[in-house]
């Protein structure tokens, strides 16, 4: 069965950039009669903001989405991360580093696709004792390829892209990387549609898959919604929460801006018909240059 997920982090309210990620995962998943599950990526408490998760629920119900099986939340997975953290560490694929972010920027002459390259310290020597130690996993020589669904092929050197990355923090938060590849495994996603800022992720989180013995889902990234300065719509950019009224045509905003081909008298469908038509007609968008979004409302 073709299972597909859409996984927030509660930071804040969702906005139309989450819009268009969550319309085209579901639409996706549903079109193939799968599942669409539900995640709430909070593996980082402390940016976790105190009632967002109850915010984008009710969010999402209001503009029609129906999940299926109970929402799960990474901030109570933490178990199942250390037991693949344990089972790396037993195959010596990961090693302790107590490097502080100031010793690795003054260490590091090699910039990668994020930024300064871990020059492996930790890995060459014993880390320091009585320390906070953080988690890498040594990528060495790994070479990761595979076919976006809408960006197309893409490879990785990941020594030279990313170098050893962190798979849990020196005050004991997970990854990202890490949560992200454990769930959609015991989840069983076979079809991951996401923004497209997570694309250069990819190949780190295929890399554990191959390590870990896990199936590796079809990817595809949309291509961003940007806001009129050229900036990716987030929560750091200031993006307006979606509204709670005037949902339809917020929603056929979203579609729109995904290149779906949309009847002219959309406005007059009931908010199911929308998403029947939706789901029926449903294609995946071309890797075009992203439009603006501006209050939910399109522009060029």
Same mark, same amino acid.
């Given at each position: 069965m073709s299972i597909g997920r859409f996984a927030p982090s509660p930071t804040g309210p969702l906005h139309f950039g989450s819009l268009v990620a969550a319309v085209a995962s579901y639409c996706d998943a549903r079109q193939r009669g799968g599942q669409w599950l539900l995640r709430m990526e /909070?593996? &980082? !408490?402390?940016?976790?903001?105190?009632?967002?998760? &109850? /915010?984008? $629920?009710? !969010? $999402? !119900?209001?503009?029609?989405f129906v999940w299926d099986g109970e929402v799960v939340y990474q901030s109570q997975r933490s178990v199942l991360y250390q037991q693949v953290l344990d089972q790396l560490r037993d195959k010596q694929m990961v090693y302790a580093c107590t490097c502080s972010r100031k010793e690795i920027a003054d260490s590091s002459i090699l910039q990668g696709i994020e930024g300064a390259i871990y020059p492996g310290t930790c890995r060459a020597q014993a880390a320091q004792v009585n320390t906070p130690a953080a988690w890498r996993l040594k990528t060495r020589d790994a070479e990761i390829r595979f076919d976006d669904v809408i960006q197309g092929h893409q490879q990785h050197h990941l020594s030279t892209a990313v170098g050893d990355f962190v798979l849990k923090r020196a005050d004991g938060v997970f990854s990202y990387q890490l949560a992200v590849v454990v769930d959609d495994a015991l989840q069983g996603v076979t079809h991951v549609l996401r923004g497209a800022d997570l694309l250069n992720s990819t190949t780190r989180q295929i890399h554990l898959q191959q390590l870990l013995g896990y199936a590796t889902p079809v990817y595809a990234h949309i291509p961003l919604v940007i806001n009129s300065d050229g900036q990716k719509l987030s929560k750091q950019t200031l993006a307006q929460a979606l509204p709670a009224d005037n949902i339809k045509a917020t929603l056929i905003a979203a579609l729109a801006f995904l290149q779906q081909p949309l009847p002219e008298n959309m406005h007059l469908f009931s908010l199911n018909d929308i998403w029947q038509w939706a789901i029926s007609h449903w294609q995946l968008p071309l890797n075009t240059q992203a439009k603006c979004a501006i209050n939910g409302k399109m522009a060029t």
């Open positions: /909070d593996v &980082d !408490t402390t940016r976790s903001i105190k009632g967002a998760s &109850d /915010d984008i $629920l009710r !969010t $999402l !119900t209001r503009y029609g």
